[in-house]
């Protein structure tokens, strides 16, 4: 079946460092990128995402790269702050229950 | 805020018991999604709807059976509660309007012993 694979499980920063998550997708129906934070005990939170159409988008301290020829996508936080741990997912999704998420990484960021 | 509710939102059961989960929203959306989280494998499947009484199988479905009598309420049944379902269970909405994008209800958790 269709997955995404999502590296590293674990991911552990200084604070003020950059952080990166890469997802690769199989379905080459894909056309919408999202990406979830996940804090302890609650729901998966939209944080931000990106369409087929689009290689690149950016929300002040966090942005995401899509290259569909290689089926990967990328998130990226820069100027890591505490509040920033978390657990990362990556979906990858040709339409609502065509949606499918990564294992996720668990994001510290040391102060 | 998705406007999504979850009952109830920790659980201790018996292996072998029937267990409900409700889920309810009040945005009138049409398709609402049930997922469960397990360490090592993120967010799978079990059951979705597309509207009052449209359902169908997800990735997991096998030992869940799922109801939608009405727009804004989404039950997920175990039939034979079973040590395997111990997870955290969540509800999801998406809207045609927002280009499918999925939001998530704050989970249920449920242990099965």
């Known amino acids: 079946g269709e997955n995404v694979e999502q590296h590293p499980s674990t991911l552990s920063v200084q604070e003020g460092d950059s952080a990166v998550i890469k997802c690769t997708y199989s379905?080459?129906?894909?056309?919408?990128f999202p990406w979830y934070k996940q804090e302890l005990g609650k729901g998966p939170q939209l944080i931000i995402d990106i369409r087929s159409n689009v290689g690149e988008k950016k929300d002040q301290r966090i942005a995401v790269t899509l290259n569909k020829t290689a089926k990967h996508f990328s998130l990226h936080i820069t100027e890591t702050q505490p509040e920033d741990s978390a657990v990362y997912f990556c979906a990858a999704s040709a339409g609502g229950f065509k949606t499918i998420f990564g294992a996720g990484t668990r994001l510290f960021v040391k102060a | 805020d998705a406007g999504i509710t979850q009952s109830p939102r920790h659980k201790v059961t018996e292996t072998g018991t029937p267990v409900t989960l409700r889920c309810h929203q009040t945005?009138?959306?049409?398709?609402m999604y049930w997922y469960r989280q397990d360490p090592g494998h993120g967010l799978r499947l079990i059951h979705y709807?597309?509207?009052?009484?449209?359902?169908d199988k997800g990735e997991v479905s096998d030992g869940y059976s799922v109801s939608r009598s009405k727009t804004e309420d989404f039950l997920l049944t175990l039939e034979s509660a079973t040590s395997s379902q111990t997870s955290v269970y969540f509800c999801a909405i998406s809207t045609e309007s927002s280009g499918n994008t999925i939001y998530f209800g704050e989970g249920s958790w449920l242990t099965v012993v």
């Open positions: 709807s597309y509207g009052v009484k449209d359902t």
């Open positions: 379905d080459s129906a894909s056309n919408y």
């Open positions: 945005e009138n959306h049409r398709y």
